[in-house]
């Protein structure tokens, strides 16, 4: 409360409007509307002069940023890459697990063999449960995980060095962020 009080106090009373600044210094609004605030201050103030006024307040600008990404580090897109394709491979073992039991506790593997039986192509005894069993649906999808947190980091690490070969040639992305 002091400051707001030392703020009122340094402009006669009344509390000075916070203005959004931007970075580049350049105005969010045109030369006509600058006027037109002028104008506004100018008939809203009684005996202070436009000048000291608009001298004291300038036009709202707000902040604006130009990045650009020209490099990405290959090692650390490979740690990222590597990290998530584990989680993502964590999530399918555990999917799978799920998706089994729900199978399993469904009748699924029961119905699929008496149909089998039904139609007489039942050769020697075929047990689907056997065949597709926790341990072997589990085993399966933690080599093909496996496989994939390979495949996935290193096709990362080959798009990241693309990247950074084409930014070098084209200077890369260039985003602008800004306050509204």
């Known amino acids: ?6 703020r009122e106090q340094s402009h006669g009373g009344q509390s000075a409007p916070r203005v ?7 105005p969010l609004i045109g030369k006509e509307q600058i006027k ?7 008939a809203s103030t009684s005996g202070v002069k436009v000048r000291d006024k608009v001298a004291r307040r300038s036009a709202p600008r707000a902040r604006r940023m130009s990045l650009s990404l020209t490099r990405i580090d290959a090692w650390s897109a490979a740690k990222v890459a590597f990290m998530l394709s584990i989680a993502v491979g964590i999530i399918q073992v555990v ?5 089994w039991t729900v199978l399993d ?3 699924v593997f029961d ?3 008496q149909i089998v039986s039904s ?3 039942d050769a020697g005894g075929f047990d689907l449960a056997n065949v597709l069993s926790l341990s072997t ?15 996935i980091t290193l096709l990362v690490v080959i798009v990241t060095l693309l990247y950074n070969v084409v930014s070098t040639l084209v200077g890369g992305v260039h985003v602008t962020l800004g306050d509204d």
Do not use: C, K
Request: glycine share 6%.
């Open 1 to 6: 409360m002091s400051e707001n009080n030392n």
């Open 20 to 26: 959004a600044r931007s970075a580049s210094s350049q």
């Open 36 to 42: 037109a605030h002028e104008g506004v201050s100018a």
């Open 95 to 99: 999917a799978a697990a799920l998706l």
């Open 105 to 107: 506790v469904a009748g």
């Open 111 to 113: 119905q699929v063999a």
């Open 119 to 121: 139609t007489g192509l």
């Open 137 to 151: 649906v589990l085993s399966a999808v933690t080599i093909f995980s496996i496989v994939e947190v390979v495949l």
